[in-house]
């Protein structure tokens, strides 16, 4: 009976789940193992013929990790399973192994490595969905769509603007995943289990073998941060996720029969279709991967809030709790990598109608700004008097039926005179005043909708789109040299040995 008591607190403790994800990420911990071990070597703790004979096995059971032969005892847990295994394949030789570390900076390494190397590949899978925002923006510089307060119509803008806000949007989300990458770019292998060791350790070696910019210098505080990488990646991918919730709420609203201005490929939505169509109403092609997306920034969002709450109150040093954080980055890592996945397909595939868009704008009465901004810079009358002139103006065609083009120079001077202003105005001038296409060549400031300022801003997104992927192709460098590097030094021991 206490054996089975025991088993049913082991299984609680060294759950399945935790089992699966640690089995991701047994690749790093011999990693992180390894530069331990030959640290431990360039120190004197262990001799070159006992290094050689660990870094071999080491090598071995890395192989069979990637040969899916590596298995988890859910007794040991995968730490003490790696350390069976070596003692397994070298006898006693394996019990220096763990000289001067704990499991604590051990696991926490392990994740660490694992994260930066998920990090790096999630945002490289990104760089397409930039490129393709960038295509739309340069492709629609001149297709005027209404643009929304409050979802109401309020000034005309481009699809080429609304592309541009989104990709800037998701820059900056990756900015965020970024800072926290550089922030906790920090190893915290020698930290052991919170309070450092008498051992000799080189800290610097095993940041540099292990592709870490710098040591986590306190011990109790580097321990004691175990779910914070997490949770900072997860706020970051929370961002990330947020913004494209928004993007997939414009395009669901843009895709209805209502509004029109968008359609979406066949490729991610079909009529008659067993998913995205319906099984009765076969008119219906439905945006279930647009809603999907939308939905990922509250599950994210959600797994950052989770953390955070496990995370609360925790006393200095190592906790057991924060193990569980382990399971909600691997959700929300999954979670944003599939909906990139499919953004990048909408986006790729996405049809727009610029007729409808472009009528949507003359018939919503959303160039009246507009056409005020024009009445007070010719007249030189302060712009809130003409805004209440027009909006009195405008208010009574609404409220007949009529156009902003159907207002007439007549009206709206007649108007002026009640508010005692006077006004020289002509319908030819009002035409200009409100024809969408003359409206968004006068937004000549920085990232108006202009030619001449979306060419600019153009230039300025492209930049920014090659120094995210120099930024991150710079990272993978420095983690892939630091791994050819260690095994290079491996290799050098073995055949040194072996020779």
Known sequence: MKNKKNLETAGFIVSQAQLSLDLKMVFFDVQGTTAHVLMLNKQKIIDDKKTTLIVKALKEISQEVD??????????GAQLTLEAKIIEKIGDVAYSVHTGRSRNDQIMV???????????????????ILKELFK????????????????????????????LAYLNGFLKSM????????????????????????????????????GFSKVWEIPQEAISSRGFVQLGYLIGLSEICLVASKLAQDLILFNTFEYGMIGLGDEVAQRLHPITGSSVMAQKKNPDVLELIRSTASQVTGYANIVANILD?????YNRDSREVKEYIDLGLT??????????????TIKIDKKKMLDAVEENYSLTTDLADYISQKSGVGYRLIYKIIGQVVD?????????????????????????????????????????????????????????SMKKSLKNVQNAIKDVNRSINKK?????????KTDLIVNNLIEKYES
Not at 67 to 76: R, V, W, Y
Not at 116 to 125: D, F, G, H, R, T
Not at 313 to 317: A, K, W
Not at 476 to 484: D, G, I, M, N, Y
């Open 175 to 210: 900015k965020t995943v970024e800072h926290y990458f550089d922030l906790y770019d920090l190893n915290p292998l020698g930290a052991c289990e919170s309070y450092g060791t008498s051992w000799p350790l080189d800290r610097e070696y095993t940041a540099k073998l292990l």
């Open 110 to 128: 392990t994740e660490m490595l694992y994260l930066k190397n998920e990090v790096i590949n999630l945002i490289k899978s990104f760089i397409p």
């Open 313 to 317: 109150s925790l006393p200095m040093g």
């Open 67 to 76: 040969q899916g032969k590596f298995i988890i005892d859910p007794n040991k």
């Open 335 to 348: 979670k944003t990598k599939a909906m990139i996945k499919t953004l990048e397909k909408v986006l790729a």
């Open 476 to 484: 993978s460098l420095v983690f892939s040299e630091a791994k050819k």
């Open 396 to 452: 009574e065609a609404i409220n007949k039926g009529k156009l902003l083009k159907e207002i007439s120079a007549e009206e709206i001077i007649g108007k002026a005179l009640i508010n005692d202003v006077e006004l020289e105005l002509t319908d030819e001038e009002i035409k200009k005043a409100i024809d969408p296409q003359l409206v968004i060549e006068k937004r000549n400031h920085i990232g108006g909708s202009s030619t001449s």
């Open 136 to 163: 739309l923006a340069k492709n629609n510089v001149k297709t005027v769509i209404p643009g929304y307060t409050h979802m109401q119509p309020a000034k005309p803008t481009t699809f080429g603007q609304w592309s």
